[in-house]
Each structure stands twice: as structure tokens, then as C-alpha cells.
């Protein structure tokens, strides 16, 4: 397993746009798959999006189709996630993590970061 750290997390008005990082802490990234979740309170956490670590494939939540882009820069073991037009109930707490297949499934993702905060108003 591989550490995984999280961060650019913060408060933004919604509308506006933060990228996320997840960087594999002291070790090369050697899984199949990035993912990130989140999980706002009182609900699951939710799958948002993944890609394979070749970069060749990628796969979104529905509620974040079209504004959020997931992508990897192997060169420097770091994972991030881009969110544009945030809306209030993006509001969550973002975690990647790591899998060895291609799956939205939490279950099936072996490592997992601590969490950066993201906070939208309205």
C-alpha cells in the first residue's frame, strides 16, 4: 500500500473552480487506478471519479459529469482532481485512493488519503 496525501482543499463561492492533489507520499504510485470519493455529513461516501494510471481511461459520477476532471501526472506520482462551476452541495470532504481494477466501488480500493476539506456557499 501506498501513502496517499491529499490537498488543495479550501472555501470558494459557488461557481468558482479548485483543483485537488493527491500525491503518493514517498513511494511510486503502483496501482491500477486513482479514485477520488467524498463524503459529506451524515451521508456515504460517494464515488466521483477514477483513472487508470496509463491515463487511457477515465469514469465520473453523475453529479460531477461535465464540471470536474480527473488526471495524473505519473512523472510526479500525483493524482488531482479539477472542479469547476462548484455548487453547495459539492461541499465534502475529498479522499483519493488507490485500486488494482477498474471499479467505483469503495469497497474495492485498498489505500485511502486522510482528506482535504472542500466548503462551498451559495
Known amino acids: 500500500q501506498v501513502p496517499l496525501v491529499e490537498s488543495g482543499g479550501g472555501l470558494v463561492q459557488a461557481g468558482d473552480s479548485l483543483r485537488l492533489s493527491c500525491a503518493a507520499s514517498?513511494?511510486?504510485?503502483?496501482?491500477?487506478?486513482m479514485g477520488w470519493f467524498r463524503q459529506a455529513p451524515g451521508k456515504e461516501r460517494e464515488f466521483v471519479a477514477f483513472i487508470t494510471w496509463k491515463g487511457d481511461f477515465t469514469n465520473y459520477g453523475d453529479s460531477v459529469k461535465g464540471r470536474f476532471t480527473i488526471s495524473r501526472d505519473s512523472t510526479k506520482n500525483t493524482g488531482y482532481l479539477q472542479m469547476n462551476s462548484l455548487k453547495p452541495e459539492d461541499t465534502a470532504i475529498y479522499y483519493c485512493a488507490a485500486a488494482n481494477s477498474w471499479t467505483v466501488e469503495r469497497r474495492n480500493f485498498h489505500s485511502w488519503g486522510q482528506g482535504t476539506q472542500v466548503t462551498v456557499s451559495s
Open positions: 514517498g513511494r511510486t504510485f503502483s496501482s491500477s487506478v
